[in-house]
């Protein structure tokens, strides 16, 4: 009988503090590509109470108000309630943002520079970056990460949609699966901690959201009398977002990769234009990984890379199936060389990413999602042919 055990996934909505920040970060990115595609953003934002900063390195021929582009988005999460001290109409603001070091730069840039080995682009940093893939979800991606990201976008609905007006902005998911060797057979936990306005009841926000969230967006055969349903279990959650907590970009890279399924480099993704390989590699490596899967040459798929700063090629490229590989893992490596390039460059042209698209990746996860594959490009399946036909499959 083949092994029972656990595993936990959590997701945040974008009012989280740490993911007000992400968003706040990631709108200067966008800003910045929509009238120069050659921007170069490092935007770290810090939140908290009523009062944003932002700080990091920007060279860009784009001129914006931050102070309105900041206003923006916290107006898009939803901090306009009088009863959250954390309001877009009223926010405190420190700029401290400055331009780009000139010896990352020099790195950086397709041009020859003294002590540079190639006049290509290098990488942004040196670093190691992961990607995962398995056929256990039709996204592709892990169960748990997968249904804490539905139940946070759902609980977002309707609190956008005013379903129910007690629901603010601050919430957090978690779902825990079991699993039989490699199957996924039920959810054991589910857990919803979501801000709220005062007066309301417990039992009122307990009944709602099982009805109305947990039951809807949850596969029903996967829920049993036995599954575990705590919501708010603290009893109060008026004092949220930035307000409760302070918020600071890159603090949420499990929720934004693969729930702790996958392997993570440690670097964080908001706030990075693409030649920062934090990003645009972890991109690359989850395009090449889902590929591998959605062809069949593998159940599971996690995809290594490591670079140099200033250095065009990767040090190193790894595939890892775990022992669920069709074909022989030299042959799907093989294969991953000769129908991809993760050169910094190459992988920005591949993936089409000098666009402001990046506030479209902040939240529910910068992988699993096929809402707009116009955006989110790594998630195509447009390789499974090209590398069946090198895999010899």
């Known amino acids: 009988m083949a092994n029972r055990t656990l595993f936990s996934s959590e997701s945040v909505t974008e009012g989280h503090p740490d993911k007000v920040a992400d968003t706040i970060s990631d709108f ?11 921007s170069r953003v ?14 990091g390195e920007i060279t860009t021929k784009s001129y914006f108000n931050y102070h309105d582009a900041v206003t923006e988005a916290i107006r898009e999460i939803g901090y306009t309630n009088d009863d959250c001290k954390f309001h877009a109409d009223t926010f405190m603001f420190v700029n401290a943002l400055s331009q780009q070091s000139p010896d990352i730069a020099q790195g950086v840039n397709a041009a020859s520079a003294e002590g540079k080995a190639t006049d290509e682009q290098g990488a942004g940093d040196q670093g190691l970056m992961f990607g995962y893939a398995t056929n256990e979800t039709p996204e592709l991606m892990p169960a748990p990460i997968v249904y804490s990201h539905q139940l946070g976008r759902e609980l977002t609905r309707l609190r956008k949609d005013n379903v129910f007006d007690w629901l603010r902005p601050d919430s957090k998911t978690q ?11 039920r959810i054991s936990a589910v857990v919803v901690s979501t801000q709220h306005a005062d007066g309301v009841s417990h039992g009122e926000i307990q009944s709602a959201l099982t009805e109305n969230l947990i039951k809807k967006v949850l596969p029903g055969e ?9 919501i708010n279990p603290t009893g109060k959650f008026v004092i949220g977002g930035p307000e409760g907590d302070c918020g600071l970009t890159g603090r949420k890279i499990i929720v934004d990769t693969y729930g702790g399924m996958g392997r993570h480099g440690g670097g964080a993704f908001s706030g990075k234009d693409p030649s920062k390989v934090d990003r645009s590699a972890a991109y690359m490596c989850r395009w090449v990984a889902k590929n591998i899967v959605a062809a069949d040459l593998a159940d599971r798929c996690e995809l290594q890379v490591a670079y140099a700063i200033g250095y065009p090629n990767p040090v190193s490229v790894s595939v890892q199936t775990f022992g669920t590989n069709k074909v022989a893992d030299e042959k799907i490596v093989e294969a991953v060389n000769q129908v991809f390039s993760f050169k910094p460059a190459d992988i920005i042209t591949q993936l089409n990413l000098l666009r402001p698209i990046y506030r479209e990746t902040t939240n ?30």
């Open 175 to 185: 779902v825990s699966c079991e699993y039989e060797g490699d199957k996924l057979t």
């Open 222 to 230: 996967y829920l049993d009398d036995k599954t575990e349903i705590l």
């Open 364 to 393: 529910y996860g910068h992988f699993g999602r096929e809402d707009n594959l116009d955006a989110l490009t790594w998630e195509k399946k447009d390789k499974v042919e090209a590398l069946k036909t090198a895999a010899g499959a």
């Open 28 to 38: 200067i990115v966008d800003k910045c590509f929509e009238n120069d595609a050659a």
């Open 42 to 55: 490092a935007c770290e934002t810090l939140v908290k109470d009523n009062l944003v900063v932002l700080a």
